[in-house]
């Protein structure tokens, strides 16, 4: 048996959001809240179809790496980052989904250095996710070199053309009617995802029922006034805009047969 980490399920005031939201900790063997023992701390960020709860056997894992010494004590945290009414906000600020970046950034680190015995320095703050969870500890961890001097990004969308490619025989075939191809967020979750990073990077809000601009028009054909807006979140965008004394240590992967078509993506990135 491993050692036990606890863990706890609460929720804080988002100010960024004007809500209550989640969030699960970890919380390793031989935490004491009135200790002298302060830890680093990971802020994990779930995918698409996930939220605060997910990715379970990581506490396993964790207690694993403590036990065996091959990690230090750590304390993990896990926001929720879903966003009605679509699948997940990408921890992007979005007048439609609401300021989800700012909610990750400001308000989750500093309930957690209000509350819990982590270290408040960049050096000890870690930023990991997987999937859109992934893209959200990237593009935060490039934006922010400030917060986080470490970042991991687990089988994420980080090269937004390649993405394009890559996703759009997934997302035709929930449209076999098409063309014309009338989008809907319900017709499968190629879809679903579309809607949500339209809802993040190109939220309209006197465009109803839906409320976003699509980079898509019903033959399928890009619209580049819409695609101009997503390549401005495009993780490239980001690395590029990096200090070059920024300090800021990188690691991605993912699977070579990713069912999302990261794949390619991940290598696009590490490249550019």
């Known amino acids: 048996s491993y050692a036990q980490g606890t863990v706890i399920e609460t929720s804080f005031y988002s100010a960024a959001l004007g809500s209550d939201r989640l969030v699960q900790i970890y919380l390793p063997e031989g935490y004491d809240p009135v200790g002298s023992i302060d830890y680093p701390v990971i802020y994990f960020l779930h995918g698409a179809l996930d939220d605060h709860t997910g990715y ?79 893209y959200g500890s990237m593009t935060l961890g490039l934006k922010r070199p400030d917060i986080s001097a470490r970042l991991a990004a687990h089988s994420g969308t980080l090269e937004y053309n390649v993405m394009l490619v890559a996703a759009f025989p997934y997302l035709l075939a929930e449209y076999p009617a098409g063309p014309p191809y009338y989008w809907n967020p319900a017709a499968g979750f190629f879809s679903g995802v579309f809607f949500s990073l339209g809802a993040a990077f190109s939220p309209n809000l006197t465009n109803p029922p839906y409320f976003v601009d699509l980079p898509l028009d019903t033959p399928a054909n890009i619209i580049d006034s819409v695609w101009d807006k997503w390549l401005l979140h495009n993780p490239p965008t980001y690395a590029a805009m990096l200090p070059p004394n920024s300090d800021l240590a990188i690691y991605f992967d993912c699977g070579t047969m990713d069912e999302m078509g990261c794949y390619p993506q991940n290598t696009a990135f590490a490249a550019s």
């Open 56 to 134: 379970p056997f990581i506490i396993d894992i964790l207690d694993s790496l403590i036990e065996n010494q091959i990690i230090e004590s750590v304390i993990v945290v896990k926001p929720d980052g879903r966003s009605a009414p679509y699948l997940v906000s990408w921890y992007t600020n979005s007048i439609l989904n609401g300021a989800f970046e700012d909610y990750i950034i400001n308000d989750l680190v500093d309930f957690v250095e209000a509350n819990y015995r982590v270290i408040p320095t960049r050096e000890k703050r870690y930023l990991m996710g997987h999937s859109a969870g992934a």
